[in-house]
Structures are given as structure tokens and as C-alpha cells.
């Protein structure tokens, strides 16, 4: 097993909470903040915009009620197939259409000789919504 972490951010009511997704065993992770900057700051939709385009391709600053999470178990695909199958356990759960929906995932934990399925972190939202941000 190699270690793993993930960072993001998302808007909380406090202010810009800093997240990190670490690896802790073979099938746990634990979500620890990072740091948190105070919500006068972020008041300023300059600041937001300025740090939307500095980050790595596929990351923003969208307000925590826009993004919803889920942790499932799909089967085990890679690539393009993976994408799809993502979108569609979304798009069926959401009841609307994959064009309506921006999806990132990532798979927990490796998967065993034999397995069939991988438990994947889901999160996604409106696009809409991800477009403005």
C-alpha cells in the first residue's frame, strides 16, 4: 500500500476550510482540516475568482451546500469506463441528466486479484454552478 493524500477546499460557514482526504489503512481514510481562512476575507468574490484560476486544472471554490459526496462501490473499471459509471450512479441518483452534472472521484482502496467491485469517493455537483465558480 502507498500512502495517499488528497487536498481541496470548499467554502464553510466560517470562512475557506483546507481539506485533506489521507490514506490511513488499506480501506480507511479520515478527512482532517488543514486550515481555515475567516469568511470576511472571502467576502471579496476578487479573492475567489483570483484563487478559481490558480488552481490545478478540475478544482474551484463552490459553497459546500453545491457539492454532495457519496461513497459507493462500482465495478471495477478504469479510465473512460470508470468516468461513465461514475456519471451514471450520479445521474440516477440525482435523477438528471449526466450533461447537468460535473463528477471527480477517487478510488479508495486498491482492489484485490479477483475483486469485482472498488469502493470510489464521489463528488459532484450542478455544472452550472461549477461553470460560475
Known sequence: MRPSTTYGMRICDLGLCWLALERRDRLAWRLTERDRVPVE??????LIRGLSKTL????????????????????????????????????REEKLPAERLAVTWRVLDDAEAGAETLNVFLAYALRDVVDAA
Open 41 to 46: 476575507v472571502l467576502e471579496s468574490k476578487r
Open 56 to 91: 490545478r486544472k478540475g478544482a474551484g471554490v463552490l459553497p459546500g451546500s453545491a457539492v454532495k459526496t457519496a461513497v459507493v462501490r462500482l465495478p471495477r473499471l478504469r479510465g473512460k469506463e470508470l468516468r461513465a459509471a461514475a456519471l451514471g450512479w450520479v445521474a
